[in-house]
């Protein structure tokens, strides 16, 4: 029996290998096309060319060689507002994610380890955050404060600080109920200084695997804005921008349609499966 | 006696975040810059005029003032005028409510369907390529959103094997004889199939947009607890009396597995109507969160809140009903 599960576990471990080389992978190649986006760009993401509208992609009857991915029904290179978009994806995904991350995580570590009238209005908050439909709330909020990049990530850290808020909290109450906190304080630490010093520590694992999943989340609610119409601006190329036209001429240009949508579907995949791999490596079961 | 005491507690927790949701979504509306009166009228209408058709929707009196107004017509069963469509908000909203209902009512029993199945195949065929292959695929499958899945669904069954309707709840030129607009259960109480299949066809797609992620999310956690069962005495006892794998599975463990999920399910068809929102968008839905992005759009001040308090309303009732179903079942807590 010992053995089966040794067995079971090394291939566990070199699955979970094998997903994180990937996820890392697909991150580092975007991370790379959108610096690069100036250099990569065979066009401008923004050029017009209203007789070349709707070329298809490489290998495709009539397709064009300078375009190797087509156009948009305005004779927009494909390609090129591919990887601007993925710049505005990444900038979106860190600034979000991480802001998101340090909001949440703080009121949940107050609300978890300090408990009292601090735990109360955080807890009452947290459901009237749940009561809310996240994606109407998040059009609301841009069409409070207007469309742009910095909206977008304000309003995406304002719907979801309470994912980071509930799992977090509920952590810093589990370990503040532990032993190891209790003779930190003993030894004569401050309420804070435990928080800092013995908790934090202790659900560090729990945050970075939330985190990486909340960058695909930022990622996924930027292009549902911009599908919307409410994002960066209606010229600015954003996967979603570029997913709302295709879905109108899908049945013209289906191109426009697909290729963001496959570079949507690898990012989001590639960062949930990084923070389950992230979330494995640091159990110390599996470890 | 204990458990109605925290029943009531819990309902006025309840009404607490119904108030919360209220009074956010009237501040945050009203902040919006654009005059929504100004898109009414004709360009060229006189002051006066504007200030006549503002004192009508109250718009001349202080926020916290005209919150207090809309508060007491919620009261009384008035949620407003929509100013776009010139209708009384809880007309508008009831109208399309069941259409909405309808949508995650079909996704949550689609849902459940494939995650049950899932659980099940996996715990029957544990410890093989397919248990393995399960449990990567639905590791995948709740990783990608509604929204990406309702996409995936338009090229698959739109473009490429174009077989399903993509866009709309009905097709617009058959002649409809319902009264009320639950349309897919009508048209079988009515033995209308011919409408049935229309309807049906127009549903199928967004609804397993919504289905798939939460059928994996329920397969995982059904999985999870039929093998925490499956080791249990009794379990072993049924299967030492000779009963086949299935019978145990089926008739012993599933039993007792289920619990857990049922919860689970109840939080999770929450997050799933919340999904409707952008599902509705992509297919051209005609529901209620449609009917929301269009109110946001038009800064169409009363409907937005008001469709905002009854998903808000929903979203409640859910959990209230969820936790009060839990209460009921788990013998634990009824005499704790």
């Known amino acids: 029996m010992a053995e089966v599960t040794t067995d079971a576990r090394g291939l566990v471990k070199r699955r979970l290998g094998l997903r994180l080389w990937l996820s890392g992978g697909w991150l580092l190649i975007l991370t790379l096309a959108a610096v690069f986006a100036p250099l990569l760009s065979p066009h401008d993401p923004l050029s017009q060319d209203l007789l070349g509208g709707r070329i298809p992609p490489m290998f495709f009857h009539g397709a064009d060689p300078a375009y190797p991915l087509g156009t948009d029904s305005l004779g927009r290179d494909v390609l090129a507002r591919l990887l601007y978009g993925g710049r505005i994806a990444l900038i979106v995904a860190l600034v979000a994610g991480l802001a998101t991350c340090v909001i949440g995580s703080t009121l949940g570590l107050i609300a978890g380890y300090f408990r009292g009238w601090p735990d109360m209005v955080i807890s009452r908050l947290i459901d009237i955050w749940m009561a809310f439909p996240p994606v109407l709330f998040a059009i609301l909020l841009i069409a409070v404060i207007g469309p742009g990049l910095t909206s977008i990530i304000l309003a995406i850290v304002v719907i979801d600080w309470t994912r980071f808020a509930r799992v977090v909290r509920a952590e810093a109450m589990a370990q503040g109920a532990m032993d190891y906190v209790a003779s930190a304080q003993v030894a004569g630490r401050t309420r804070v200084g435990t928080m800092l010093a013995e908790i934090l520590p202790n659900v560090l694992p729990t945050v970075i695997a939330l985190l990486t999943l909340e960058m695909g989340i930022a990622v996924i609610v930027e292009a549902i804005l911009s599908f919307v119409n409410l994002s960066i601006s209606t010229d600015d190329p954003t996967w979603g921008g570029m997913i709302s036209e295709g879905r109108t001429s899908v049945y013209q240009a289906w191109w426009v349609l697909v290729f963001p949508l496959v570079c949507l579907f690898l990012t989001v995949l590639s960062f949930s499966q990084l923070g389950e791999g992230l979330k494995d490596r640091f159990d110390p079961v599996l470890r | ?302 409907l937005i809140q008001g469709i905002v308090v009854v998903f808000a309303l929903l979203f409640t009732l859910i959990n209230l009903a969820v936790d009060m179903c839990y209460a009921l079942l788990n013998p634990r807590l009824r005499h704790g």
């Open chain 2, 1 to 302: 006696m204990q458990l109605a005491r925290a029943f009531l507690i819990r309902l006025l927790t309840t009404l607490v975040t119904l108030f919360g949701v209220a009074v956010i979504v009237f501040f945050v509306i009203r902040v919006v810059p654009g005059n929504p009166i100004a898109m009414m009228l004709p360009p060229g209408a006189s002051d006066a005029d504007v200030e006549r058709l503002k004192a009508l929707y109250g718009f001349d009196k202080s926020i916290p003032q005209q919150f207090i107004i809309w508060l007491s017509g919620v009261l009384h069963g008035d949620f407003g005028t929509s100013i776009t469509r010139r209708q009384p908000v809880l007309d508008l909203v009831l109208n399309r409510l069941p259409a909405t209902i309808e949508l995650a009512g079909m996704a949550l029993i689609i849902a459940t369907i494939i995650g049950g199945f899932l659980a099940l195949t996996g715990t029957r065929l544990r410890g093989t390529k397919t248990e393995a292959a399960i449990d990567v695929g639905s590791g995948m499958a709740l990783s990608i959103p509604d929204f990406l899945w309702g996409l995936l669904l338009i090229l698959l069954f739109g473009v490429l094997w174009p077989v399903l309707d993509i866009s709309g709840r009905v097709t617009p030129s058959l002649q409809l004889p319902f009264t009320t607009q639950f349309y897919l259960t009508e048209s079988v109480l009515r033995l209308r199939f011919d409408l049935w299949r229309d309807i049906a066809g127009h549903m199928l797609m967004p609804a397993l947009a919504l289905a798939i992620p939460l059928s994996a999310i329920i397969g995982q956690l059904l999985k999870q607890s039929l093998k925490e069962t499956m080791h249990l005495d009794y379990v072993t006892l049924a299967r030492t009396k000779g009963y086949g794998e299935n019978h145990v599975i089926l008739h012993e463990a599933l039993r007792n597995a289920i619990l857990p999920t049922l919860t689970l399910i109840g939080v999770q068809f929450t997050f799933l109507i919340g999904g409707t929102v952008i599902v509705e968008r992509l297919f051209s839905y005609e529901g209620l969160g449609n009917m929301a992005i269009d109110a946001v759009i038009n800064r169409d001040l009363p």
